[in-house]
């Protein structure tokens, strides 16, 4: 899967079928789904899962618990956008 892929993908009811965890987190973020997608971060205990949680709650404004989970990554809080860190996070998982 490529980026245009995944980002057709959004148009459908449910997130690609070989898309891996934290793929699919992001998906169901963007879907407006930030339960669900929270829920599949704290389940990736590595640092990959750290960055998409740090990510989300990045978006949902909780900068603090945003930069703790950016700390157990082991990267800085990003200085672009939402919408770049999340097209780069994509990018990093596809």
């Known amino acids: 899967m490529d980026f245009a892929s995944f980002m057709a993908s959004l148009s459908a009811a449910a997130p690609p079928a070989q898309a891996r965890p934290l793929l699919r987190a992001l998906w169901l ?5 930030f339960a669900a997608a ?5 389940d ?14 990045r978006r949902e404004g909780d900068l603090a618990n945003a930069g ?12 672009h956008s939402l919408e770049q860190e999340w097209e780069a996070l994509v990018r990093r998982f596809l």
Do not use: S
Request: hydrophobic share 35%.
């Open 29 to 33: 973020e963007r879907k407006g789904n």
């Open 38 to 42: 929270h829920a599949i971060a704290q």
């Open 44 to 57: 990736v205990d590595d640092q990959h899962g750290a960055l998409v949680h740090a990510y989300l709650h």
């Open 68 to 79: 703790y989970w950016y700390r157990r990554a082991g990267a800085p809080i990003p200085e």
